[in-house]
Nanobody
Framework: QVQLVESGGGLVQPGESLRLSCAAS????????VAWYRRTPGKQRELVAT???????IYVDSVKGRFTISRDNAKKTVYLQMNSLKPEDTAVYYC???????????WGQGTQVTVSS
């Protein structure tokens, strides 16, 4: 049974930083592409960043240059480093992993990020 456990969210002021973590209980973590999504009430879920097992990254324009997605295969963990946070970044952030070869994907429980003065 696969579980993704997220941590690192919280309340910060504009301009500050947070690092989100997502630990995955999978046997071979390196086979999965990883991603972070976010959602605010009344809005569609938005892809924030994705990182394939081959090292390709994609970011939504609004976070490019401020956020960095990374992974540690030894720790089976996905990270999202968020710098220069803005109020518009306020959302629930969800970790996602996807195994293309089996068309399987799994989601974290979500962690709240609030950016406010």
């Amino acid at each position: 049974q696969v579980q993704l456990v997220e941590s690192g969210g919280g309340l910060v002021q504009p301009g500050e930083s947070l690092r989100l973590s997502c630990a995955a209980s999978v046997s071979i973590f390196s086979r999965y592409a990883v991603a972070w999504y976010r959602r605010t009430p009344g809005k569609q879920r938005e892809l924030v960043a994705t990182l394939t097992s081959g090292g390709t990254t994609i970011y939504v324009d609004s976070v490019k240059g401020r956020f960095t997605i990374s992974r540690d295969n030894a720790k089976k963990t996905v990270y999202l480093q968020m710098n220069s946070l803005k109020p518009e970044d306020t959302a629930v952030y969800y970790c996602n992993i996807r195994a293309v070869i089996t068309d399987e994907q799994y989601w974290g429980q979500g962690t709240q990020v609030t950016v406010s003065s």
